[in-house]
C-alpha cells in the first residue's frame, strides 16, 4: 500500500466530515424516514432511499436527514415517513423512484402534501 501524502490525509478527512455531517440532526428541520426492513428491500426501498438521498443533496436542502428504520410491513412498502414543522409526519406508501422524487420536490422543497401517495399506517397487532 502506498503512503499517504498530509495533503491525502486531509482531503479524506474532508471529505469524511461532509459524509458525518449530513448524518447530523441538529439544526435540521425535515426529518425523511425510510422502512428498510427485509420486506422494505425486497419492495424497492433501497432504490427508494437512493433517490431521496441524491434528490436532496442535488437540490442543496440542507434543513433535511434521511434515516432508516426497520419494516413498514403490513403497509403498502417501500414506506417513507416525513416530519416537517408546518404538517408534522405525513407518511407514504408504495413510494418508488417517481414517487421518491416528487416527495422531495413538492413535499420537502414546496411544503405541498402528496394526498395520492398518502398512507395511513396500519397497527401491526391488528
Same mark, same amino acid.
Request: hydrophobic share 35%; no cysteine; proline share 2%.
Given at each position: 500500500m502506498a503512503k499517504l501524502s498530509l495533503s491525502d +490525509?486531509? /482531503? %479524506?478527512? /474532508?471529505? /469524511?466530515e461532509k459524509n458525518l455531517k449530513?448524518?447530523?440532526?441538529? =439544526?435540521r428541520s425535515i426529518h425523511v424516514v425510510? !422502512?428498510?426492513g427485509t420486506s422494505g428491500i425486497d419492495a424497492g426501498a433501497k432504490l427508494t432511499l437512493n433517490t431521496i438521498a441524491d434528490e @436532496? $443533496?442535488? +437540490?442543496g436542502l440542507d434543513n433535511v %436527514?434521511?434515516?432508516?428504520?426497520g419494516s413498514a410491513a403490513p403497509n403498502p412498502e417501500p414506506v417513507v415517513e416525513v416530519y416537517?414543522?408546518?404538517? =408534522? +409526519? @405525513?407518511?407514504? =406508501?408504495? @413510494?418508488?423512484?417517481?414517487? !421518491? +422524487?416528487?416527495?422531495v420536490? $413538492?413535499?420537502l422543497k414546496e411544503g405541498h402534501i402528496l394526498?395520492?401517495?398518502?398512507?395511513e399506517l396500519v397497527d401491526k397487532e391488528q
Open positions: +490525509l486531509r /482531503e %479524506i478527512r /474532508e471529505r /469524511e449530513k448524518r447530523d440532526i441538529h =439544526g425510510v !422502512a428498510m @436532496v $443533496e442535488r +437540490l %436527514i434521511i434515516t432508516q428504520t416537517t414543522p408546518q404538517s =408534522g +409526519l @405525513v407518511v407514504y =406508501g408504495s @413510494v418508488d423512484k417517481d414517487a !421518491a +422524487l416528487r416527495i420536490n $413538492e413535499h394526498s395520492d401517495l398518502r398512507i
